[in-house]
Every structure is written in C-alpha cells, then in structure tokens.
C-alpha cells in the first residue's frame, strides 16, 4: 500500500488552517446566537464556547472544567441524542426555535442522519446547523470502526489515532437529496466543518427515506477516488469565505 499524501487526498481543498474550535470562537464572537444547541459534548471544549442559553447533550459526560460560564442557563442531558428527541423539544426549553447547532455525537453516518433531521425539525430557515469530523484527511482517519488498524500504514498523522468516522456520508447524502440546503465546507484541523443553512423544518424526505439512504450508502467506502470524488462535490471553501458566507445569510435575526 502507498503512502497516500494531504496533497493527494484534499487535492481540491483551497488553504485552509486554523482549528475547528477557533472557527466556532469566532463564530460566536461575531454572530451571538441567542441559544446554542449541542449534540456530542464529551469534555466540553465546544459547549464552553457558547454564551447564550444552551443545551448539551452526551451519553456519558467526561467535562472537568467550567462549561457554564456567563451563559444565562445550560441545561445537559446525559443521554443518547435519539433518547432526548424522544421526550423533549428544544425549541421549548429554549421557547425558540434553534439558532445555532454543533452535531459532533457518534461518528457513523446513519447517527449523524439522524441527528441532523431531529435537529433541522426545531429550526428556523436562516438557523445554522454545523457538522463535524466530514472531512477526514486520509482513509484512516475515515474508518468506520475506530479500534480497526488496518489502514493506519496510509495514515498521514502515523503517530495519531485520529477518527472521523463514515460521516462524511451524511454530508455527501445532504448534498444528493437536498438541494434545498446550503452547504459550505471548510477545511479547517484536524477534519473539517459543514455549515448548513437555508433549513426547511417541515422536511421529512430525510426521515422518510432514511432506510433507503442508510442502504444505498452502506457499503461505500473511502477510498482515495471516492474521497477525491467527494471532495470535489462539497466544493471546500475557505474560513474567510465561510464567515462570509454566514454574514450573507443574516441568521440569528
């Protein structure tokens, strides 16, 4: 097996740098959501990002440091993200809909699918929805099964565990079926970020056909050409552009 490259594997990925967490910094800095919604907290170190009433959501919580800040409430759910859209509604413990959203739970497609269309149900249309971990820089970082080793020869972090998971086919399955949304894609460390808007909250394509999306995507995996393939298809973009992109969109009005 080949070395595979960064250069190779994001071919089509205009410069990027920065980390994932300094983006949302700056996002939340410039834009001040009025209410946050997390799924996926783990240590906290995106949930303390937030100043504005927000919600956390994370089977087991791992946080050991002061995640509540100046936020005017922050209410954390120590459960599954499908347990908590089963018994609660955001936009009424927020008595809003949701201005801003971070989906960083477990790392399969079929997770983030649905997620996604639970979350994008108690937004508005300029809301912004951002997901994680869809552009992973080698097909190791891409691995379905994290404790799976077998591609870590091609990794190009060789001294890193690094793993994204498949959802990178959640954005691939958006950016097939609904048109409707806006996508801008960023390549920021270590795996990329997605932010969705132009939201439609009465949308059940997606839970719909969910079985028949989880189907057909099964058994894609992430080789260098289907990753290239996809790469092209989220048309990356840079941070600059991105921030643009979410000032054009005036959400959080």
Known sequence: MSKITAETFFSHLP?????????????????RPRNYFEIGVNTGTTLK??????IGIDPKFRVKEDVIGNKPTCLLYQTTSDEFFEKYDPSILFSRKIDMAFLDGMHWYEYLLRDFYNTEKYCNKDSVIFLHDCLPPDTFTARREQHDK??????????????????WKTSAILKKYRPDLKMYT???DPTGLVMVTNLDPTS????DEYDRFVQEYKDLEATIDVMSEYMHDMDVI???ELLTALSGCRPFS
Not at 204 to 207: G, I, M, N, R
């Open 15 to 31: 410069d990027g740098g920065g980390y994932y967490t300094d983006l949302l910094t700056e996002i939340h800095r410039a834009f």
């Open 204 to 207: 059940t394509l997606l839970f």
């Open 49 to 54: 990002l937030s100043s504005c009433d927000t």
């Open 150 to 167: 077998t591609l870590h020869p091609l990794s190009i972090f060789p001294n890193d565990d690094l793993w994204a998971g498949d959802v």
């Open 186 to 188: 960023t390549a920021v």
């Open 238 to 240: 840079s941070i600059k």
